[in-house]
């Protein structure tokens, strides 16, 4: 199981050292410097424009308010990737928390997306949640390969559900992990 106390630092595969912490509200420039380093292929699939201050603000509320809680890995030059789960406030989906994962292409593949992931899991399995979620759009190749190595199965396709940002339908792929089915054994397959 990951040693879930933040912050904390890891070393990656290529001996990189990250420092991992749980973000708070006085890391909202950081992300914004983080959405504006951000590729314009990435850009085209986010979620939500984390460009934008008043997006990042509203993250921020969520995370005051408990119904985020996101993990920051900063390198010496800053934030270089985030995992969030985040909570519907509806009481019905209390079992099910969305992951959102995002790094900076220049530690992709590099193996900061699967510690970030693993560490999150272990802060979701603390909230008692039993089902993650991940939404991608199906022509994120790469998102869904790596989802997919997390141990994450495709589990529906929205045809037409989103529209990147320049305007053009996409098809959603929600892929999800059953924490109950994957206890601390595949815990040890995600981490490095
Ligand atoms: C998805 C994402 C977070 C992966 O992060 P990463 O740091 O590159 O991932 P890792 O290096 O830890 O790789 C995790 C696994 O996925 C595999 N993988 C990573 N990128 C891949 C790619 N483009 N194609 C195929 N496999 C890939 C790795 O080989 C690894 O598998 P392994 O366990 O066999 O070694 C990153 O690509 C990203 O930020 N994408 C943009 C945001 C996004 O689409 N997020 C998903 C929706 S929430």
Redesign the pocket.
Known sequence: MSDNTYPKSITLPDGALVNIALMGTGDRDAVLAFANGLSEE?ML?LRVDITQPEVVDDWMSNLKAGRSISLAAFDDNGLI?YATVHRNAAPWTRRVGE?????NQL?????????LTSEIFAVARGLGLKKLM???TSD????Q???R??GFVPEALLADYVEDRKGTPRDLVIMSYDIDGHTDAIADTVRI
């Not at 994120?140 to 998102?143: F, N, T």
């Open positions: 990435d699939f990737g992951i959102r994962v995002n790094v530690y992709r593949a590099r193996g900061l997306g699967k510690n991940a939404n991608m994120q190749h790469g998102a390969s790596a989802f190595r997390l």
